[in-house]
């Protein structure tokens, strides 16, 4: 399928869940069933089937994920410069967050497994384990820092460790550095439930949106959807040919930095002092410009 099919596959699926959640078919209880089905099972078995089988060297290239951390850090320090004129420390702080903190396991990994196939797949689950590692400690720091929060540094350690981001590429990685031998069904299991993973989330993060336009906002999420979905992935095509990475790693890792703010970032802002309606309005916003950013980066790499 063409990049501007998938993509307009990816717009309509996103649009059928926004609608289906505003008629209240998705409410919250069934999108959290579709978010668990598609955090705990499909993506799971979309990062182990394609990382299983592949030569350990051919994954792990600390290239790949230093520069995607430093891509991370850069995108941070610009943030805190064209965020610093905001006055109230709730916006201020989700404003940073969303401009670095993407979507890479619900929306990043499964567009890469669909449009650039199991090999860009593998290397982006390498680039999604990275970004999870630096994603959630750098996310608490900054909301609890600026909006003098409370955060339970156990529940947040834990928040890491059971992350199955984690542990299937843990998984998938042990297989192929041990040379282990997987049953045909079993691969052809996850296989066919990894196709599931893209369609489920789309369901979910249009059912979640709330297009909702914060009042006086509108050029805060302006620059929180320029930062996010358009210098992150020239920064990643920037670092990455400095750092000589090319070729499927360097696509899969520049597709990655194109995704869009992630939905868990409302749920950070809830619990830690952040503006919730503004980081609400920012996913939505840059989701939405994401489908045709994602387009030109995609040509650009491909």
Do not use: C
Request: hydrophobic share 55%; net charge neutral; proline share 5%.
């Amino acid at each position: 399928m063409p990049f501007l099919d998938r993509l307009a596959y990816l717009l309509a699926v996103l649009l059928v869940g926004a609608a289906l959640g505003a008629v209240g078919v998705l409410d919250d209880r069934r999108t959290g069933w579709l978010t668990a089905v598609a955090f705990y099972v499909a993506l799971p078995a979309l990062i182990f089937h394609s990382t299983h089988d592949r030569p350990l060297s051919e994954l792990l290239s600390p290239r790949l994920v230093g520069g995607f951390w430093l891509v991370m850090v850069a995108t941070v320090a610009v943030a805190a410069v064209v965020h610093r004129g905001i006055e109230t420390r709730p916006t201020r702080s989700v404003a940073i967050v969303q401009s670095y903190h993407s979507n890479l396991g619900f929306l990043g990994l499964p567009l890469v497994a669909s449009t650039l196939g199991t090999l860009a797949a593998a290397k982006a689950s390498v680039v999604l384990g990275a970004g999870v590692l630096l994603h959630v400690p750098l996310t608490i720091v900054l909301l609890t820092t600026i909006n003098d929060a409370d955060a339970e540094p156990l529940v947040e350690v834990r928040r890491v460790l059971y992350n199955p981001v984690i542990w299937s590429l843990a998984v998938g990685l042990a297989v192929a550095a041990l040379a282990l031998s997987v049953p045909g069904p079993v691969t052809a299991t996850t296989g066919r439930v990894s196709e599931f993973a893209l369609p489920l989330a789309l369901l979910a993060v249009g059912a979640s949106l709330d297009v909702r336009l914060p009042a006086g906002q509108v050029a805060t999420t302006g620059r929180v959807v320029v930062l996010n979905v358009a210098l992150m992935p020239l920064l990643a095509l920037g670092v990455y040919e400095v750092l000589a990475v090319e070729g499927t790693a360097r696509a899969a890792a520049v597709v990655m930095a194109g995704a869009p703010t992630a939905v868990s970032t409302y749920v950070y802002a809830a619990e830690l002092g952040g503006d919730e309606q503004f980081a609400s309005f920012n996913v939505f916003a840059t989701t939405l410009v994401s489908v045709g950013t994602l387009y030109g980066v995609l040509w650009l790499v491909a």
